[in-house]
């Protein structure tokens, strides 16, 4: 199968940090990308990690993936109220032309 | 910086009209995605182009055709509107496999 599976909302307060979860079916995934949506937008990639990869640090967002349990996270630190929108977890399927997304999670910050 | 362009951005049409909504990209990718959103769904693709000259099915094709015009263009028809078919509609281009695809900012179709 190829599902990925999100929680579809998180709400957090400014300043604390987000952590969004994604599990996913596919063990043979090579890529597995985190995008951003914003109200009205198409999708934009935050970052992406490689399969052999079990971290990713850039700025304030941390990539954690877990092959083994086929889980993906990503976290956010000092959120901000720009940071409010929907967050993609997607795969790259095995035959190397589809990206598998999950249904989104929309993030609420509160300030 | 233009990326990834769509053409129209908002479009009402009733049920059994044709439609043709366009793209194209002027990053020089290979490849080139039509998908849909609706609520709760995520993405689901509708039909992909590998390369220029080539088309293939996605996960929900069905009401659906498209044309890869040249490397730079792709286009989605709907040749016969259903209402099951009121959807953003985003297209989608990469370099290649495993290269991450830039968005387009969407086309919201709404078929009364």
């Known amino acids: 199968g190829e599902d990925v599976e999100q929680s579809l909302f998180l709400s957090v307060r400014e300043g604390d940090s987000s952590v969004i979860n994604c599990t996913y079916t596919?063990?043979?995934?090579?890529?597995l990308y985190w995008y951003k949506q914003e109200p009205g937008a198409g999708l934009q990639l935050l970052t992406y990690?490689?399969?052999?990869?079990d971290m990713k640090q850039d700025q304030r967002l941390t990539v954690l993936l877990n092959k083994k349990d086929k889980h993906l996270s990503l976290r956010i630190a000092d959120t901000q109220t720009g940071d409010s929108a929907i967050y993609f977890c997607?795969?790259?399927?095995?035959?190397?032309?589809?990206?598998?997304f999950g249904a989104g999670t929309r993030l609420f910050v509160k300030a | 910086n233009a990326g990834v362009t769509q053409t129209p951005k908002f479009q009402v049409l009733k049920t059994g009209q044709s439609m043709t909504l366009q793209c194209a990209q002027d990053?020089?990718?290979?490849?080139m995605y039509w998908y849909r959103q609706d609520p709760g769904m995520g993405l689901r693709l509708i039909y992909y182009?590998?390369?220029?000259?080539?088309?293939d099915k996605g996960e929900v094709p069905n009401g659906y055709n498209v044309s890869r015009l040249n490397k730079r263009e792709f286009s989605l028809r709907l040749e016969s509107a259903a209402p099951s078919q009121t959807s953003v509609y985003f297209c989608?281009?990469?370099?290649?496999?495993?290269?991450?695809?830039?968005f387009g900012d969407g086309t919201r179709l709404s078929i009364l």
């Open positions: 990053m020089n990718h290979n490849s």
């Open positions: 182009s590998a390369s220029e000259g080539t088309t």
């Open positions: 997607a795969h790259l399927n095995t035959g190397g032309f589809k990206t598998i």
């Open positions: 596919d063990s043979s995934s090579t890529y």
């Open positions: 990690i490689f399969s052999n990869m």
């Open positions: 989608a281009s990469s370099g290649g496999p495993g290269q991450p695809q830039h």
